[in-house]
Nanobody, 121 residues
Framework: QVQLVESGGGLVQAGGSLRLSCAAS????????MGWYRQAPGKLREWVAR???????NYADSVKGRFTISRDNAKNTVYLQMNSLKPEDTAVYYC???????????????WGQGTQVTVSS
């Protein structure tokens, strides 16, 4: 059983900052890529950022230069530092991890439950 739990969402004014965290726990042998996605009301879920196990990062164009993804492999935790927030960043933010578990002994994608980020103008 694997759980990903996000935290750090909230309400912030435009131009402000928030830091999201996502901690993975359970029967984890290894975590490969971790990433953040978001879903605004009435829109499809979109990819935001990704980080590999060795720390290589990629970002969606809409957040490049404003958001920073990082991870602590010892804590099985991924972070998303969000600066210069805009109202269009308002969404539920989800983390995803590519995780190897002993049963069934393969890589699977696991998702967190989401955390709300609201940016007021």
């Amino acid at each position: 059983q694997v759980q990903l739990v996000e935290s750090g969402g909230g309400l912030v004014q435009a131009g402000g900052s928030l830091r999201l965290s996502c901690a993975a726990s359970g029967s984890i042998l290894s975590i490969n890529d971790m990433g953040w996605y978001r879903q605004a009301p009435g829109k499809l879920r979109e990819w935001v950022a990704r980080i590999t196990k060795d720390g290589t990062t990629n970002y969606a164009d809409s957040v490049k230069g404003r958001f920073t993804i990082s991870r602590d492999n010892a804590k099985n935790t991924v972070y998303l530092q969000m600066n210069s927030l805009k109202p269009e960043d308002t969404a539920v933010y989800y983390c995803k991890g590519r995780i190897w578990t002993p049963l069934p002994g393969r890589w699977d994608d696991y998702w967190g439950q989401g955390t709300q980020v609201t940016v007021s103008s």
